[in-house]
Each structure stands twice: as C-alpha cells, then as structure tokens.
C-alpha cells in the first residue's frame, strides 16, 4: 500500500512540475506599445531611377560585333598618342645626335643628363686658288708698284698691254704671277711690279680665301 501511495506521489508531482514548465513556455505577455510618431519628409528630394538602355553593337560582314573607334564601353587597345614610353632606371640607353654620333647613358651619375649638340664648324677654306666672282668680297689694292720701262723696249718703241694671272693668298699677298698674253720686251718689267703688289684678303662666306685675278699692264710711250 506504501509501495502504491509513492508511485502515485511521484506522478502527481511530475504533472505539477510539467504543467509549470508549460505554463510559463505557453505565456505570453502584453506586445509592446508603438509610438504614435509622425515621419518628416521635409526637405528630402525624391529620386528617380531610369535604365539607360545600351546602344547595340554594330555588326560586321562576318556577324562578329565590331567596336566603334573611341566607345567608352569598350577597353583601348592602342596608346593614346599623348603617352610616352617609360625608360626603365639603370638602364643603358643610347641617344643618336644631329651630327651622327652616339652618346651612351651607363651609370647612375650621369642618367638622364643629355651632351649638348655641338655646332658643326664651318666647312674649311678651299686651299687651291678660286677665280673672282660675284658671290666674294673682291680685294683691294693696298699697296702699288709701277712697272719700269725697259729702255730696249722704249729704243724699239715697244708699246702694249701685259695681261697676268696673279695668285693672291688669304693674307692678300701675290705668290705668283704668270703671263697670260706676252709682249717679250714687256713681259718681265710687268711680272716685277706686279710681284710687289699687295691686296686685303678676299672672303667668301666671311672666311678668307685664296685667289686667281687677271691684271693688265699697259704700256705707253707718250704717258
């Protein structure tokens, strides 16, 4: 009977335990209140959205799509014209001048800094004698020596002109003097003088040049 009564108990006591525990899963209490508040809207801009359909892309004769030049949708291919190459540091680079030389840039000292480009000399004085023309400065006598008369060719009166080539260098000095139309009584009294004359210095292109003048000797009898 003890036996009986505890088993009962113990039942009894479980259910009040479960109906508890249920009780207080099963619960629900008061939902809370929500404030009756008015939103604001002012000074908010509304905003709206639109798709921007994309052009379609123009065909080729085979059915591939091409790009056009310049579509900002499609990714450049080529370098603008605007962007130089860069020059990786350390490197040796070599740098053609006007004047058909190379300049080399090895180390780090000197990377970068550029030769100045020299200013080719100007070309040099012809050595060989040139006959005057328009294009010089003619020279101009600075110093004269008259021809002396031979006296066989006054006793045979001999009259006439000499014509000489002389060879005046870029001093203005004669160095030589040869005949190009000959008196023979003549001829050497007129290489004589001539020999001590004296000239400025003729300039082609401001550079003193040698050169071949043709002089004539007169003569006379009856000066």
């Not at 190459?85 to 300049?103: F, H, K, Q």
């Not at 050595?127 to 101009?140: D, E, F, N, W």
Request: proline share 12%; with cysteine.
């Amino acid at each position: 009977m003890r036996r009986s009564s505890t088993i009962v108990s113990i039942v009894v006591h479980t259910v009040v335990v479960a109906a508890a525990l249920l009780a207080q899963v099963l619960a629900v209490g008061p939902l809370p209140a929500v404030p009756n508040q008015r939103l604001d809207f002012a000074g908010l801009i509304p905003v709206r959205v639109v798709d921007i359909p994309l052009p379609a892309p123009q065909r080729s004769a085979g059915g591939a799509a091409a790009a056009e030049p310049g579509d900002p949708a499609i990714a450049p291919v080529d370098a603008p014209p605007s962007v130089v190459p860069e020059i990786a540091s350390g490197c040796r680079c070599v740098l053609p001048d006007t004047v058909g030389m190379e300049r080399g840039i090895g180390s780090w000292t000197d990377f970068g800094t550029v030769a100045p480009v020299l200013t080719p000399p100007p070309p040099p004085a012809p050595q060989t004698p040139i006959h005057l023309h328009s294009g010089m400065q003619a020279p101009r006598k600075i110093t004269h020596v008259d021809p002396v008369y031979p006296r066989a060719a006054q006793i045979a009166h001999v009259e006439g002109t000499v014509i000489l080539e002389a060879v005046i260098d870029v001093n203005g000095a004669v160095t030589s003097v040869r005949v190009l139309r000959s008196i023979t009584l003549l001829d050497q009294a007129a290489l004589d003088a001539v020999r001590g004359w004296k000239f400025t210095p003729t300039l082609l292109n401001g550079v003193a040049v040698p050169v071949a003048l043709t002089i004539t000797v007169r003569f006379s009898l009856t000066q």
